[in-house]
């Protein structure tokens, strides 16, 4: 029997420059989540490209002490939520308050899911949902560790649950730097556990 251990990366830099990067709450999440899984010996640990992804890896392999190296499988990107963005009329002015990001964010996800306009989109959602599971079918034996982010953690998790219409409801409640255990049998694949994050208390629990 396999597993296959997902973990959404630490928080990223909202608000900065360069927001595809690690927040310094970030890297003690991650760092945190690599001592929760210290005592794993993983065979692969893999990564999508943006940079958060991989730094998350890396900062999971130096906490946790393991010698395998972090390998890039783009396959485990996040969706491209500001062309899922560009695409929904806002319903407000100039730059948005927390509050209206969010109700201009779940529309947009909405519009992007209901498959009545796939064709405005470079990424739509059906080719999205079959990126993210062609890199969980190439993912090989043993055990494996994989940093990504809450969008393809929701539809491994959708996928396994057998109800692609829950990553809705999943995908805005994935923890920064929690865990997902999958495992793999001669029954295919189970999903055990969805969104650990027992181990981020106080000021490292973070959703976005």
């Not at 010996?41 to 730094?55: F, W, Y």
């Not at 529309?107 to 890199?135: C, K, Q």
């Not at 219409?165 to 793999?184: D, S």
Request: hydrophobic residues 40%.
């Amino acid at each position: 029997m396999g597993q296959i251990v997902i973990v959404r990366h630490g928080q990223a830099s909202y608000g900065a420059a360069d927001y595809d990067v690690l927040s310094p709450l970030g890297e003690k999440q991650a760092a945190r989540t690599g001592e929760l899984l210290a005592d794993l010996r993983p065979d692969a640990l893999l990564h999508g490209a943006m940079k958060r992804q991989q730094r998350t890896a890396e900062v999971m392999a130096d906490a946790a002490g393991w010698s395998v190296v972090p390998r890039l499988d783009d396959g485990w990107d996040e969706m491209d939520h500001l062309a899922v963005l560009d695409a929904q009329p806002k319903h407000f002015e100039g730059e948005p308050d927390e509050r209206q990001f969010q109700a201009w964010f779940e529309r947009a996800t909405a519009r992007w899911l209901s498959g009545e306009h796939d064709g405005d989109y470079r990424e739509s959602w059906p080719v999205f949902a079959e990126r993210v599971l062609g890199a969980l079918d190439r993912v090989g034996e043993g055990t494996t560790v994989v940093t990504t982010s809450g969008g393809p953690v929701a539809v491994v998790v959708a996928t396994l649950l057998e109800s692609p219409a829950a990553y809705q409801r999943i995908a805005p409640v994935a923890v920064n730097a929690a865990v997902t255990r999958v495992v793999t049998g001669s029954r295919g694949r189970t999903l055990v556990s969805f969104n650990e994050h027992t181990h981020l208390t106080g000021d490292l629990l973070t959703y976005r």
